[in-house]
């Protein structure tokens, strides 16, 4: 069974930072790629970043202020959130599959992430 647990969330000030983690079971963690979407209240869910053999993508307005990488090893992916900003605030979510971002195969539950101004 598949599992993709995130932690890292909470409450932070506009400028300030948080990472993300994602820790991936029951796949083969190499051979997927892996992204973080959000979604804000009242929003439908975004794309946030992508990691994949290729290399990384960004939505355009994270770009320069987030970072996504991943540990093979110890089946984690991560997301560092500098310069975090009000609208940020979202619940964050981890997703797996061969063929993101088109689709994804496998969901976290997602983490809080709230940024105060």
């Known amino acids: 069974q598949v599992q993709l647990v995130e932690s890292g969330g909470g409450l932070v000030q506009a400028g300030g930072s948080l990472r993300l983690s994602c820790a991936a079971s029951g796949l083969i963690f190499r051979m997927n790629n892996m992204a973080w979407y959000r979604q804000a209240p009242g929003k439908q869910r975004e794309y946030v970043a992508l990691?994949?053999?290729?290399?990384?993508n960004y939505k355009d307005s994270v770009k320069g202020r987030f970072t996504i990488s991943r540990d093979n090893a110890k089946n984690m992916v991560y997301l560092q959130m500098n310069s975090l900003k009000p609208e940020d605030t979202a619940v964050y979510y981890c997703?797996?599959?061969?063929?993101?971002?088109?689709?994804?195969?496998?969901w976290g539950k997602g983490t809080q992430v709230t940024v105060s101004s």
């Open positions: 997703a797996a599959g061969n063929s993101l971002p088109l689709r994804v195969d496998y």
């Open positions: 990691i994949r053999s290729g290399g990384t």
